[in-house]
């Protein structure tokens, strides 16, 4: 059975903070020095991990370890066989314990599978109370989760990407900023005539950088 134990043995053993510093790493944790492939590598070998040693590799105070947890929960729910009740599980051990998430990659590699995913059938009031938060590394949740409406595209989902969008236009930080324009990108190339509304109606609310962020996949 993989534990956590031997997630952070296996991390250790490959550390080399020279190499590998993470620079873009800013939060409060140690890092290993790790490189991020092989932290993916790691995670997916230990992908049937049960959900309490995931959780205490989310106690660690390094960075790499929590996010190969969070690299695991996003391996765990891509089966089709996954069921619902394990959906379930992962997305309320990712709400439960966002306070683990201090960097954006932790987000972006887990919310659209983890979150974005057990929502789509659901109401997805719970990305709208996290637009509303504080920590920009929950609002980055509520706009990076709904990647998950886009491929394949789901309508209702997608206008919710929209309502959040607009929620969040005025979000100048970036770890807010760059996922509102990515989102809105991923949204143009599954509903291009609902963005272009969206861009016009919006017109200079949304940072230039957002602009041509949100027109990259729009068909010509």
């Excluded at 966002?98 to 987000?107: A, K, N």
């Excluded at 590699?109 to 109401?123: K, Q, Y």
């Excluded at 016009?200 to 230039?208: E, I, N």
Aim: glycine share 6%.
């Amino acid at each position: 059975m993989s534990t956590a134990a031997a997630v952070l043995a296996d991390l250790r053993s490959v550390a080399d903070p020279g190499a590998h510093p993470n620079r873009h790493y800013g939060g409060d944790g140690g890092v290993l020095g790790v490189r991020m492939g092989t932290v993916f590598d790691i995670a997916k070998t230990h992908s049937r991990m049960p959900l309490d040693e995931v959780e205490r590799l989310l106690d660690e105070h390094d960075y790499e370890p929590r996010l190969a947890a969070f690299c695991v929960l996003d391996f765990q729910v891509r089966p089709p066989r996954v069921t619902d009740a394990e959906r379930e599980e992962r997305y309320e051990l990712y709400l439960r314990r966002h306070d683990s998430i201090d960097s954006w990659d932790m987000v972006d590699r887990s919310a659209p599978r983890v979150v974005g995913m057990f929502l789509r059938d659901r109401s997805r009031q719970p990305l709208f109370e996290l637009a509303a938060a504080y920590d920009p590394l929950r609002r980055r949740t509520a706009m990076t989760a709904p990647l998950a409406y886009t491929r394949p595209p789901h309508a209702d989902g997608i206008a919710d990407l929209l309502r959040l969008a607009e929620l969040l236009a005025d979000d100048r930080d970036p770890l807010v900023a760059k996922p509102v324009g990515i989102a809105l990108k991923h949204a143009g190339a599954a509903a291009p005539d609902a963005v272009r509304g969206f861009l016009d109606r919006m017109g200079d609310r949304l940072a230039p950088s957002v602009r041509r962020e949100a027109r990259a996949k729009l068909p010509e």
